[in-house]
C-alpha cells in the first residue's frame, strides 16, 4: 500500500462548478501538507500549503486537513478551463526534506 | 534566472550509455531536490542537497545514479549503464533553506528516454 493514495482521474466539470480533490495517507507522522498544480511538460506548481489540521484558504481555493482521518482536500470555487491541471498532493513529517507526493488527479474544465 | 532551469529538456539515449542532468537553481538558494516522475505517477524523491553536501540521498533507486553540487549552486545528476526503466521525466527544485515546510520552486524536468 503506498503511503498517499489519490484517485487519479481524470476529472470532468463544467465550468463555474465547485470541485473536490482528495487525499488519504498511511503515516501518522505527516505534518505539514501541500497541494501542487501541474501543467502539462512542467514543473509541479505550489498551490496551497497547510500545517496540521485545519483549513486555509486562498482566493478560490481552500485546503482542510484532517488528521484524525489522515484525509487531506483541496476544493476549487468558480473553476476555469485555465484550472485543467493535474493536481498533487503532498506532504511530510517536517524533520525530513524530501515530500511524498500522490499520484495526482487529472482535472478538466469544459466550457 | 528567474527560475529553476534544467538542461537539456528532453534526452534520448540508447541502452547502456552514460547522460548527465543539469539544475540550475534559483540564484541564493542553499537547498536543492532531485525527484524523479514516471508516466502517471506523482514525483519520487531522489536526493537533497543542502549547500554542497548531499543531506539525504535514500531516494537514489542504485549505485548507477550519483548527483554533485560542487559549489553549492548548479547541480548534476549523472546515470551510469542506463536502462529502459530509467525513461522519466527527471526533476530539479530549490528552496532559499530546508523547503519541506514551505514548498519549493520546481524546474519543467529532463524528460530521459532509454531505447
Known amino acids: 500500500q503506498k503511503e498517499v493514495e489519490q484517485d487519479p482521474g481524470p476529472l470532468s466539470v463544467p465550468e463555474g462548478a465547485i470541485v473536490s480533490l482528495n487525499c488519504t495517507y498511511s503515516n501518522s507522522a505527516f505534518q505539514y501538507f501541500m497541494w501542487y498544480r501541474q501543467y502539462s511538460r512542467k514543473g509541479p506548481e505550489l498551490l496551497m500549503y497547510t500545517y496540521s489540521s485545519g483549513n486555509k484558504e486562498d482566493g ?3 485546503a482542510q486537513v484532517d488528521k484524525s482521518s ?5 476544493f476549487i470555487r468558480d473553476s476555469q478551463p485555465s484550472d485543467s491541471a493535474t493536481y498533487l498532493c503532498a506532504m511530510n513529517a517536517g524533520t525530513a526534506s524530501k515530500l511524498t ?6 482535472l478538466q474544465v469544459t466550457l | 534566472g528567474a527560475g529553476v532551469s534544467q538542461t537539456p529538456s528532453n534526452k534520448v539515449t540508447e541502452k547502456g550509455k552514460y547522460v548527465e542532468l543539469r539544475c540550475d537553481p534559483i540564484s541564493g538558494h542553499t537547498a536543492l531536490y532531485w525527484y524523479r516522475q514516471s508516466l502517471g505517477q506523482g514525483p519520487e524523491f531522489l536526493i537533497y542537497f543542502q549547500g554542497t553536501g548531499a543531506a539525504d540521498d535514500s531516494g537514489l533507486p542504485n549505485d548507477r545514479f550519483f548527483a554533485v553540487r560542487p559549489e553549492g549552486s548548479v547541480s548534476t545528476l549523472k546515470i551510469q549503464r542506463t536502462e529502459r526503466g530509467d525513461s522519466a521525466v527527471y526533476l530539479c ?5 530546508d523547503g519541506s515546510n514551505y514548498g519549493y520552486t520546481f524546474g519543467s524536468g529532463t524528460r530521459l528516454t532509454v531505447v
Open chain 2, 93 to 97: 527544485a530549490s528552496s532559499l533553506r
Open chain 1, 70 to 74: 489522515k484525509y487531506i482536500s483541496l
Open chain 1, 101 to 106: 507526493f500522490g499520484t495526482g488527479t487529472r
Open chain 1, 60 to 62: 478560490r481555493f481552500t
